[in-house]
């Protein structure tokens, strides 16, 4: 078993979001982004891949595919395989999300 501290990871950076890997592997893939004010992330999109976006700290404005939802922490959203997903920090204070999918997205589909 691994093990992480999430608040290790928490880092902004004024040039756009931080990606932070949390956990790897054969059948599962996350990482936390780190979202400072007036930062977004995407498109996203893996056509074999579904993912969970979670809000750790802050409000986020969630797009997937054309469905939009202003969520907070805490709150999550589910984004199927195929969909392309848009983020972007609803307020102006930092935002940490959780981006969760398996299996492990292509790299070659992910495009920011």
Same mark, same amino acid.
């Given at each position: 078993? +691994?093990?992480?501290?999430?608040?290790?990871? %928490?880092?902004?950076? +004024?040039?756009?979001?931080?990606?932070?890997?949390?956990?790897?592997?054969?059948?599962?893939?996350? +990482?936390? %982004?780190?979202?400072?004010?007036?930062?977004?992330?995407?498109?996203?999109?893996?056509?074999?891949?579904?993912?969970?976006?979670?809000?750790?700290?802050?409000?986020?404005?969630?797009?997937?595919?054309?469905?939009?939802?202003?969520?907070?922490?805490? +709150?999550?959203?589910? $984004?199927?395989?195929?969909?392309?997903?848009?983020?972007?920090?609803?307020?102006?204070? *930092?935002? $940490? %999300?959780?981006? %969760?999918?398996? *299996? *492990?997205?292509?790299?070659?589909?992910?495009?920011?």
């Amino acid at each position: 078993m +691994e093990t992480r501290d999430l608040r290790d990871l %928490v880092r902004f950076d +004024e040039d756009g979001p931080r990606h932070e890997k949390l956990f790897e592997g054969k059948h599962l893939w996350s +990482e936390i %982004v780190n979202l400072d004010r007036n930062q977004s992330l995407g498109t996203i999109r893996d056509d074999d891949s579904d993912a969970i976006v979670l809000v750790v700290t802050g409000k986020l404005v969630v797009q997937v595919d054309r469905k939009r939802k202003r969520l907070e922490q805490w +709150e999550a959203a589910s $984004v199927p395989a195929g969909s392309e997903l848009f983020i972007t920090n609803a307020t102006g204070e *930092p935002a $940490v %999300v959780l981006l %969760v999918a398996a *299996p *492990p997205p292509v790299r070659r589909a992910v495009t920011e």
